[in-house]
């Protein structure tokens, strides 16, 4: 058997085994106002950064380490459990496990320590389940409206926060699931995770970095509801809706993107001592 069919043939029996779950992941990542339309491109982010590490891991010594089995084992032990149940979520993560606890006993803990991060940061290409999804979406969204709501009756107009709807007195405006912040904060942990691993400074910073993807997701979208508010007071509820509400969505998103690349840039900048 050639060392192309060797290598093969586990590829194929792994993809027949998690079919089930590749189908169900690509349904959520496609889906219709999905969180998770960024998942397809965490697979070819982490091989990009194993390609790059080409030289070292060619340069890394080779020593099979048996404690590799038991990462191996936990994660099929995983999947068959999950093929049984058809829970996807955890089947997925259990193909993370095989993959980081092959490494290991093939080829040794030195190679794992090259790519543990691209390995371990497919676990973001897996969508939530979508009962989290919903408890998580409902409490931001709650959160963005009763900020905005405090922000327009500072300005001078009266807000008031009903549920998710923010209610003036010529306009009534749902704070709707994509308006949460949720989805602008998993695509910016991922960016953050990205921008902090490629970096050039201390682990304290690379935290920052991630960290800062909440707080970033979650201003971008007060600010947008605010300034939905805000016209939708002044000019009329009309004005909240197609043209303004998209380009407010795509706006408040990449200014957000911006002051994340801003905050990577400027602790990238050594500290000067005076």
Known sequence: MGPFLQGALPVLLLAYIYYPSFVWMAERWFAKDSYYTHGILIPFVS???????RDELAAAPKT???????????????QIACSILRIYFLSVFSLVLILAGTVVFVFGRKVFRVIWFPLLFLVLMIPLPLLAISEITLKMKFFVAEVSAYLINQTGMEAVREGSYLR???AVLLVGDPCSGLRSFLTFMCLGLVFAYQ???PFWKRLIV?????PLAI????????????IGEIYGQQYTQGTIHDVSGWGVFILAFFALVWI???LEKPHVKN
């Open 168 to 170: 003036t007195p010529h």
């Open 64 to 78: 099979s380490e048996p404690w590799g089995l038991i990462i191996l084992g936990s994660g099929a032990l995983l």
């Open 47 to 53: 091989l990009y950064w194993i390609f790059r590490k």
């Open 199 to 201: 970096g050039r400074f």
């Open 219 to 230: 201003l971008s979208n007060v600010a947008r509801v605010y300034f939905l508010g805000l």
């Open 264 to 266: 990577t840039h400027q």
């Open 210 to 214: 991630v960290a800062s993807g909440l």
